[in-house]
């Protein structure tokens, strides 16, 4: 195999980027078709429930009777099980394709293996492992999703050059650390989640809707802690634009004061706040099929995640604001790189 071929495997990757917002629960997918050193067709995966990437990459080849004499390059191994679209290890096969370069074997345990398999039992040639640590990477909410059940955690907050991240206060317009450009990349970061949560006081001090306002895409569902069902109805949350699901002792409506009744869009889910509750939330948002979740809440809840290990990242934007006192940020001890984005400073942080 050709150094040179990875340069077909990068352009995989770049298209499968594409589907960000769109592929969940499915990973993302790019993929190329290359006959005698030229690109003659590209895909990746648009949407869950639409073509996967090797079906749109064929169907985009101009002369089908060039793929009889190409190699294909996929992000991630062809499935082969039918589930909302066809096999793509048959279409494969089908076309005749005679040669598949992989980048990483597929976590999910209805496919892993058995594409692969199927076609070099049809006589394909096929490489596995082409860029599989950017292949896997790629995919990675996909892949902690299905290993560890649970979904990939990422935690994001903005903090000032002294390390707090609000004044301490009771009500009140809380303090902006964030400008409206990096305020815009946090809501393409919620685009890219599948879920998003706070907690009680952050939801009762700050009144946020959680959305998607300043980049494209859906919003996520919106996940809050309110133990004793104190959070009135009338605030952003509540407002019926996004399916919410409160984490609460108290689920049941009947047992509680009429003043209280349940918003439209909300559905209350109980935790025995007796015990640790990160481990029913996950366990919740497991079956609900949730793969990713973006913890936006106070230090507190950021601060309980970072000691109980379960995160994979954090966003943490650096302001050159000094408010004196107020609010600690949460605590990471170590953190891996640092990026400049519209002059603001990030640290990129990930989980060893």
Not at 218 to 234: F, I, K, M, W
Not at 299 to 322: C, H, K, N, Y
């Amino acid at each position: 195999m050709c150094m040179n071929e990875e340069k077909y495997m990068y352009r995989a990757l770049q298209l499968a980027r594409n589907g960000l917002c769109n592929t969940p629960p499915n990973p993302m997918v790019g993929a190329v078709i290359v006959h005698e050193g030229k690109i003659i067709g590209e895909g990746y995966h648009v949407r869950c429930g639409e073509g996967h990437a090797e079906v749109n990459a064929i169907r985009s080849v101009g002369d089908e009777s060039l793929l009889r004499r190409s190699t294909l390059y996929v992000t991630l191994e062809p499935c082969s099980h039918h589930g909302k679209t066809p096999p793509c290890a048959d279409l494969i096969i089908a076309k005749q394709i005679p040669r598949i370069v992989v980048g990483c074997q597929d976590p999910f345990p209805e496919v892993s293996g058995r594409g692969i398999r199927m076609l070099r039992e049809a006589g394909r040639e096929v490489t596995v492992g082409m860029l599989e640590s950017e292949c896997r990477h790629l995919i990675r909410r996909f892949i902690t999703f299905h290993t560890q059940r649970r979904p990939y955690i990422t935690l994001k907050w903005a903090e000032s050059a002294d390390r707090f991240i609000d004044v301490c206060r009771t009500g009140g317009t809380p303090v902006i650390l964030s400008t409206p450009q990096t305020s815009m990349l946090v809501h393409k970061m919620r685009a890219a989640h599948s879920a998003i949560l706070v907690g009680t006081r952050t939801t009762l001090l700050d009144n946020p809707s959680l959305t998607v306002r300043r980049w494209h895409g859906r919003s996520p569902v919106r996940l809050v802690l309110d133990r004793t069902r104190s959070l009135p109805a009338d605030l952003h949350l509540f407002d019926g634009s996004v399916p919410t699901l409160v984490f609460t002792e108290q689920p049941t409506p009947a047992s509680l004061p009429l003043h209280l009744p349940t918003p439209t869009g909300v559905e209350y889910i109980p935790l025995d706040y007796s015990r640790d509750i990160l481990p029913q939330l996950m366990q919740v948002l497991y079956q609900r099929k949730l793969q990713s979740l973006l913890v936006e809440g106070g230090s507190t809840l950021l601060q309980s995640f970072i000691d109980a290990g379960l995160w994979d990242e954090a966003v943490i934007e650096e302001s050159p604001m000094r408010l004196q006192s107020g609010v600690p940020a949460p605590v990471i001890k170590g953190y891996t790189t640092l990026e400049t984005r519209f002059g603001r400073i990030f640290r990129l942080v990930t989980a060893i």
